[in-house]
Antibody, heavy 122, light 109 residues
Framework: QVQLQESGPGLVKPSQTLSLTCTVS??????????WSWIRQPAGQGLEWIGH???????NYNPSLKSRVTMSVDTSKNQFSLKLNSVTAADTAVYYC??????????????WGQGTLVTVSS | EIVLTQSPGTLSLSPGERATLSCRAS???????LAWYQQKPGQAPRLLIYGASSRATGIPDRFSGSGSGTDFTLTISRLEPEDFAVYYCQQYGSSLPYTFGQGTKLEIK
């Protein structure tokens, strides 16, 4: 079964770019029709969908973050990535990667990665 | 954007009791495209229910989901000690962005 694992710096300075990668194991990122998503959760708060990328490379982003987000997929490494620029302390959160079937009505998130904490601080 | 409002914010119950958690949407969720997740401290959310009422693989039958339109409910028939956690609803209908409720914390009384 597919498993996801986030990786990347745990500390990012204000105004810089947050970069995270999600490695997919137990299956090929390019097989089947899946949305590869990023979701974040500030400490003690709820969940926010950041956006997703389809295997073809097409993307959809949350309008609240759209101006600062870029997602990409690297099929040769079985990975997909998130870049969030111009970060502030408000971007401090646990960042999760997750997948969803890319068919209308099947877009629930399962599985999820374990999450990685990113702190924005100088 | 569809706003999901969960109630109550905190629910205090004892093992063996029945839990009823509510999720109300600001507009109709198309075709009951609503999911429920359980999250324990330090863990990622786990899918419990999709399509408003279908249990995910491996989820015990004490968990059930119901509802349509704007009102949805997660019911846990008899609480086990491991069920005390935070529960989130999420809509994945045709209009992006996908959104989550703010969560209901189920705590031991």
């Amino acid at each position: 079964q597919v498993q996801l694992q986030e990786s990347g710096p745990g500390l990012v300075k204000p105004s810089q770019t947050l970069s995270l990668t999600c490695t997919v194991s137990g299956g090929s990122i390019s097989s089947g029709s899946y949305y590869w998503s990023w979701i974040r959760q500030p400490a003690g708060q709820g969940l926010e969908w950041i956006g997703h990328i389809y295997t073809s490379g097409s993307t959809n982003y949350n309008p609240s973050l759209k101006s600062r987000v870029t997602m990409s997929v690297d099929t040769s490494k079985n990975q997909f990535s998130l870049k969030l620029n111009s970060v502030t302390a408000a971007d401090t959160a646990v960042y999760y990667c997750a997948s969803a079937i890319a068919v209308a009505g099947y877009n629930w998130f399962d599985p999820w990665g374990q999450g990685t904490l990113v702190t924005v601080s100088s | 954007e569809i706003v999901l409002t969960q109630s109550p914010g905190t629910l205090s119950l004892s093992p063996g009791e029945r839990a009823t958690l509510s999720c109300r949407a600001s507009q109709s969720v198309s075709s009951s495209y609503l999911a429920w997740y359980q999250q324990k401290p330090g863990q990622a959310p786990r899918l419990l229910i999709y399509g408003a009422s279908s249990r995910a693989t491996g989820i015990p039958d004490r968990f059930s989901g119901s509802g349509s339109g704007t009102d949805f409910t997660l019911t846990i028939s008899r609480l086990e000690p491991e069920d005390f956690a935070v529960y989130y609803c999420q809509q994945y209908g045709s209009s992006l962005p996908y959104t989550f409720g703010q969560g209901t914390k189920l705590e031991i009384k």
